[in-house]
Nanobody
Framework: VQLQASGGGLVQAGGSLSLSCRAS????????VGWFRQAPGKEREFVSA????????YYADSVKGRSTISRDNAKNTVYLQMNSLKPEDTAVYYC???????????????????WGQGTLVTVSS
């Protein structure tokens, strides 16, 4: 397994969760990392991403202002802190790694080479 997502769980609306994505050094090095989510019956959608250096971060409008992505290259780990959670945030969250070769590439799941197994986030109302 090259990427492993963790930190999901059941939380009440308004609560917070911190997701982690740990990768092998080979997968982590020189790759941007993104978070995507997929709710039942829906397409997998972009949530957030961070460049390999950590200098650039990206957010979907639906989570902007409520989430913070960061990475610790020494630990080969990316974190997604999610606050003020809403029931519509309920989904399986996946992390993925890939090269951000052009502006906007980080938002498209087709541009990621490596995927983790997903972690379930359930937000109750």
């Amino acid at each position: 397994v090259q990427l492993q997502a963790s930190g999901g769980g059941l939380v009440q609306a308004g609560g917070s969760l911190s997701l982690s994505c740990r990768a092998s050094k080979r997968t982590f090095s020189n790759n941007g990392v993104g978070w995507f989510r997929q709710a039942p019956g829906k397409e997998r959608e972009f949530v957030s991403a961070i460049s390999w250096s950590g200098g650039s971060t990206y957010y979907a409008d639906s989570v902007k202002g409520r989430s913070t992505i960061s990475r610790d290259n020494a630990k080969n780990t990316v974190y997604l802190q999610m606050n003020s959670l809403k029931p519509e945030d309920t989904a399986v969250y996946y992390c993925a790694a890939g090269r951000f070769l052009r502006a906007g590439w980080e938002r498209s799941k087709e541009n990621y080479d490596y995927w983790g197994q997903g972690t379930l986030v359930t937000v109750s109302s």
